[in-house]
């Protein structure tokens, strides 16, 4: 079999297909195995590919799907983790030649629920080294956007953006601590859900920041966000931080109807900072949130202005913590920009970092406190579209750093409040790059972000295009 159209369907359309044995598992696990055949090494998505692993499950599957079996929405459907998350038997490098060697001995918690759901695992896709975000060398090649490929996919879980994009599997799981799952998700023009802190088990994930990291699922619609949250999220008793709070059907409540639903728009993301065609998009965005019945107003938010500079403070401190033994033992394994990030972390003041601690909470509790008022909170994913490969090293001027540093606070304010955040196709900027309209929620309020994603996505088509390395 070898219908390309299939690799691009949803998780629903799929499971149809696999329920009423008009395709089975190896079917179209092949089917993926074929595309990340041709073209992975153009994109550079996946960093490990699992294909006997993955025959073997979507036998199994097979097995289990013909005997009237099926576990979940997501059984026998072909899934991939960025390379920061345990699969057992398989490496695990968080994108570093530190671990180029490492397999993991047991399978993370977000791995654990995927196979218990009888989903299939490709592999393990690209991501910037330990998260952190502005990788010089990628252990294996350059990710690139499908959409072109002289362009970033975003960062830093940038081959679960382009792998979902491009239709090399049907979902992903990526990983959060600022922004690094709506970030790609934005510029690849894919669907892409932080839930809520604790939401799901961080077991067996690289660290990059305690306090921040979040794992979540990436795909093409909310629908489909929806159906891997539901198996992803739970108390994982090997994640002491994890929630034991029930966890609801996700899907149940697309019905796409918005009316009585109250919007706040931020201000502070859709100033001049953003670019004028990502302004334009959002707000065309916002105005079809009013035309299916929510009431809008603007809400200024003057505190997340000073988010990503918090946020260096706080992650750089943390990810120091965590790597101090591993860089001092093998410093040059280290990428330039990762090790130059820790070590400006590691020489940070005590007393600097209880401050940003205490800003990170100041932030996050003027979130939470508009959305006391307000379902959710609206603005843009990103300044603008995917920028263009980055080729220097380091920061190189003051503009360079204010930029790095105080460039895009909107997503990384909802992991200060630790509330969920999706990020959404809303269109494209004159050089054909995917823009993403952000919609953010209150704490275990997944449900109400995913219903105006998806009630946005039944009046829209953005997130239904392809791009052309497709």
Sequence with gaps: MRDDNMAFMSISEQGALLASRKVSPVELTSLYLDRIDRLNGKLNSFNTVCGEL???AAKKAEREIRRGRRKSPLHGIPVA???????????????SRYFKDFVANADAGVVARLKKSGAILLGTLSSSEFSMGGTTEHLFGTPK???DMERTPGGSSSG???SVAAGLCTGAVGEDTGGSIRGPASMCGITGLKPTWSRISRAGVYS????????GPMARSAVDCALMLRTLAGHDPNDPTSSKARVPDYASG???ELRGLKVGVVEEMLDDSYEAETRKAVEAAISVLGELGASVERVSLPLIRTALGVHSAVVDAEAASYHRGRLMDRYFDYDYNTRL????????????????????AAIGKQVLDALEKYDVLVGATSVGGAAKLATGTGINSKADALSKLYGRPGTTAFNMSGSPAISVPCGF????MPLGFHIGGRLFDEATVLRVAHAYQQATDWHQRRPPVS
């Design 145 to 147: 956007n499908p959409w």
């Design 341 to 360: 990030r820790i070590l400006v972390g590691a020489l940070l003041p005590a007393g600097m970092h209880t401050l940003a601690t205490r800003a990170r």
């Design 81 to 95: 983790v960025k390379d920061q998350m345990n699969i057992v038997g398989v490496p695990n490098t968080g994108g």
């Design 254 to 256: 697309l019905n796409g």
């Design 160 to 162: 679960a953006g382009s």
């Design 54 to 56: 993955a025959l073997e």
């Design 429 to 432: 900027n004159p050089a054909g």
């Design 208 to 215: 990059l920041s305690w306090a921040q990291d979040c794992a």
